[in-house]
């Protein structure tokens, strides 16, 4: 997985001292650079739609519950 690769993700999404983390379905985290209205969704199952800014942080282009 390189830099600029798009990622469609599902997981448990966890606030950690103010930084969105998802843990995935699929195993392994990623720190999200998200909109502060998702934070309201921590706690909650999540697909999240992003691009891979860095080794493990995603720039996310959408975040829904499902």
């Not at 830099?3 to 985290?29: A, K, M, P």
């Not at 199952?45 to 975040?63: C, E, I, N, P, Q």
Request: hydrophobic share 40%.
């Amino acid at each position: 997985m390189s830099r600029g690769s798009h990622h469609d993700e599902t997981g448990l999404l966890n606030d950690v001292r103010g930084q969105l983390i998802l843990r995935r379905d699929d195993g392994g985290t990623w720190r999200l650079d998200a909109p502060t209205s998702a934070h309201m969704l921590a706690g909650k199952r999540v697909r999240v739609v992003g691009v891979r800014a860095d080794f493990d942080l995603l720039d996310v282009k959408l975040v829904e519950a499902i």
